[in-house]
């Protein structure tokens, strides 16, 4: 089992453009979710989302960013008209329930020029 | 709401000596608890939790944690450190029936002294 995966590993952008992030769950998992780490700082919640449905999508900005988890294929946080501010690790980690503790992936570190 | 209160964000040990991480947290329900490790340019990996039952946790690494419900604490403990156990461990908790969101501390970077 290879884990949680995601692409890609480092991303840059220029200000602008759209980002799109990749995460494949472990096999099995159906339960997926992102969050963003600043620099000096701990994790933020941003969605999570099981096949073909956002579950809770509190922590994510109204504007610019939005995810997707289909029936096929890996997950996708969508970020556009990137902004600086938007500079950060995403993690994304998948779960086999909802209490079983997240496997998380290496994460995507996006830096917006 | 919940939210969750890491003492410290640089702890600084001796190899050989104890590791105390402080995590205490607050909910409004029976919480699941948990301790991650992050390295250098890595994900998060999960060193224990706790959800019901015994409340002296032991996880990887020789890593363990006491639920104390009436301190509203959570702290990681190891007997004796190893240099590779130097990384930032995070404190999390989860409303156990609210679904899956964990709501993370901010972190508490361990430094190991030879």
């Known amino acids: 089992n290879a884990g949680v995966m995601q692409n890609p590993r480092h991303l840059v952008r220029r200000r602008g453009q759209e980002a799109r992030l990749r995460c494949s769950p472990m096999k099995g998992h159906s339960h997926v979710y992102w969050y963003r780490q600043l620099p000096e700082e701990g994790l933020k919640f941003m969605v999570y989302l099981q096949k073909e449905n956002i579950i809770d999508e509190s922590g994510m900005p109204k504007e610019r960013f939005s995810a997707e988890f289909p029936k096929e294929g890996p997950s996708i946080l969508r970020i556009q008209q990137v902004v600086r501010g938007d500079s950060a690790a995403y993690f994304c980690?998948?779960?086999?329930?909802?209490?079983?503790?997240?496997?998380f992936g290496s994460g995507t570190r996006l830096t917006v020029v | 709401a919940q939210s969750v209160t890491q003492l410290g964000s640089h702890v600084s040990v001796s190899e050989g000596a104890l590791v105390l991480l402080r995590c205490n947290y607050s909910?409004?329900?029976?919480?699941?608890l948990f301790w991650y490790v992050q390295y250098p340019n890595q994900g998060l990996q999960l060193l224990l939790k706790y959800t019901t039952g015994a409340t002296l946790v032991k996880g990887i690494n020789g890593f363990e944690a006491e639920f104390k419900k009436s301190e509203t604490s959570f702290h990681l403990t190891k007997p004796s450190a190893h240099m590779s156990d130097a990384a930032e461990y995070f404190c999390a908790v989860s409303e156990g029936n609210q679904g899956g969101k964990l709501i993370f501390g901010q972190g508490t970077e361990l430094s190991v002294k030879p």
């Open positions: 980690a998948s779960s086999l329930g909802t209490n079983d503790g997240y496997t």
């Open positions: 909910s409004s329900v029976p919480p699941y």
